[in-house]
């Protein structure tokens, strides 16, 4: 089964409005990562929050993480047309061998 | 540097015929990472390795599928033979540390 599970499936905003997508987990992590996907496109990578941290900003990007809920959000402020993607949270089986685990993703739509 | 290599980026075959897919990771990357992805199964881990060799080969769907890690700039994802149900889209990703890099990857077509 799936370690990550996004939340909503789909997503359709208005441009300059945010965007939260919610991922959650079920086992010990060392990391949680935000990757993005384009139509067409491989997978990549915009943000790792490590397990003792609740918090981390990256431009318009904002993640948070909660152990003790097993769970992550991804905040986009301010969207723009050019987000428009899949969002796939990723985690680490806490067995340091470089493997993740994705979930199936958040499809966001921009409007312009 | 030029990224996750793969090849080719469309492949169309038709059912029992053996298909091979390629990869070239980034240089200095010591894991490599075979995934599929499909509307119905999301992304899936096929197999992985590190500094050439394969760590876990647990989401190899069967033994119609192997993967080859020959040297550190070179792999390849065999399907032989071929069935419709192997139509997805086959990515390369490698890493030196927990973030991956994933190629373009092969849009597999079994008729």
């Known amino acids: 089964s799936q370690q990550g599970e996004e939340d909503p499936q789909a997503l359709s905003i208005q441009e300059g409005e945010n965007a939260t997508m919610n991922c959650s987990y079920k086992t010990s992590i060392n990391n949680l990562q935000w990757y993005r996907q384009n139509s067409g496109r491989g997978l990549v990578h915009l943000i790792l929050i490590r397990s003792n941290e609740r918090e981390k900003h990256s431009g318009r990007l904002r993640v948070t993480l909660d152990t003790s809920k097993k769970s992550s959000s991804l905040l986009i402020t301010a969207s723009r047309a050019a987000d428009t993607a899949s969002y796939f949270c990723a985690t680490d089986d806490s067995s340091n061998t470089g493997k993740l685990i994705f979930g199936q993703g958040t499809t966001l739509q921009v409007k312009p | 540097d030029a990224g996750v290599i793969q090849s080719p980026r469309h492949e169309v075959t038709e059912m029992g015929q053996e298909v091979t897919l390629r990869c070239k990771p980034i240089s200095g990357h010591d894991y490599l990472f075979w995934y599929r992805q499909t509307m119905m199964r999301g992304l899936e881990l096929l197999i992985y390795f590190n500094n050439n060799v394969p760590i876990d080969d647990s989401g190899m769907p069967e033994d119609r599928f192997s993967a080859k890690m020959p040297n550190a700039s070179f792999s390849t994802l065999k399907i032989q033979p071929s069935e419709p149900r192997d139509s997805a889209v086959y990515f390369c990703?490698?890493?030196?540390?927990?973030?991956?890099?994933f190629g373009p990857g092969t849009r597999l077509t079994v008729l």
């Open positions: 990703a490698s890493s030196r540390s927990w973030e991956q890099f």
